[in-house]
C-alpha cells in the first residue's frame, strides 16, 4: 500500500461533513458505500466525456496514426482496449469510501509525466519478392520487403536508440462538483436520520 495515491484536493467542503459524521460513530457502512459510488460514478464520467471540468490534452498526431493503423482509431482519449476505465474499484468501511485502481499506467496518465525506454535489440523481418516498378533501372529485380515473422524469408538484428515519451496530465480521478455535492448531501441525510 505504500505506492497508494491519495487525491484529496477538491473534497474539503465533503471532508467537514464527514468528519461530523465520523464524530457521532455509528454505523456509517452504508454512506461510506454511497460515497464511494459516487466517487466511482465521477470516474466514469471523466472517462465518458474525456476530462472534466476541462477537456484532456488530445492524443498527439502520432498517436492517432499508430491506433488508426491498429483500427483503434476513431476512438476515445485513454480507451483502447477499455482496461484502465474498467479498473476502477470501490471498497468502504465505518470510517472510509474508497475508488481505485491497481493498474500501474493509471499514475502517469492522471498526473503526466515521462517514461524513458532503453536501447534494445530488435529482430526485423524480410522476405523479398520481384517489384513491378523500375527499381535501380531495372524492372522485375527482387527487392527486400517488411515482412511478418511467419512469412519471413530471413531476419537481421537492428539496435534501437533509447528513446522517452512526455505524456500530458488527464486527470482521471477529478471529483466534480455535482459528485461532491452529492457526497455532502449524502453525509446530512446520514446526521439527519441518526
Known sequence: MSDMIRVTDNFDQAAGVLDKVARRAGNSVGLMMACAGIMHDNIEQNFSHEGRPNKWVPLAKSTIRARSAKGNWPGKILQVRGRLAASF?????????????????????????????????????????????????????????????????????????????????????????????????????????N
Open 89 to 193: 474499484q470501490t471498497n468502504w468501511d465505518n470510517n472510509n469510501a474508497i475508488c481505485g485502481t491497481n493498474v500501474k499506467y493509471a499514475r502517469i496518465q492522471h498526473f503526466g509525466g515521462t517514461t524513458n525506454f532503453a536501447a534494445r535489440e530488435r529482430l526485423l523481418h524480410f522476405d523479398q519478392r520481384k517489384s513491378g516498378r523500375m527499381t535501380h533501372g531495372r524492372p522485375g529485380k527482387d527487392v527486400d520487403h517488411f515482412a511478418t515473422p511467419g512469412k519471413a524469408k530471413y531476419g537481421m538484428k537492428a539496435q534501437g536508440k533509447a528513446y522517452s515519451v512526455t505524456l500530458p496530465a488527464r486527470p482521471i480521478l477529478y471529483i466534480g462538483e455535482g459528485g461532491i455535492r452529492r457526497m455532502i448531501e449524502a453525509g446530512e441525510a446520514w446526521l439527519t436520520k
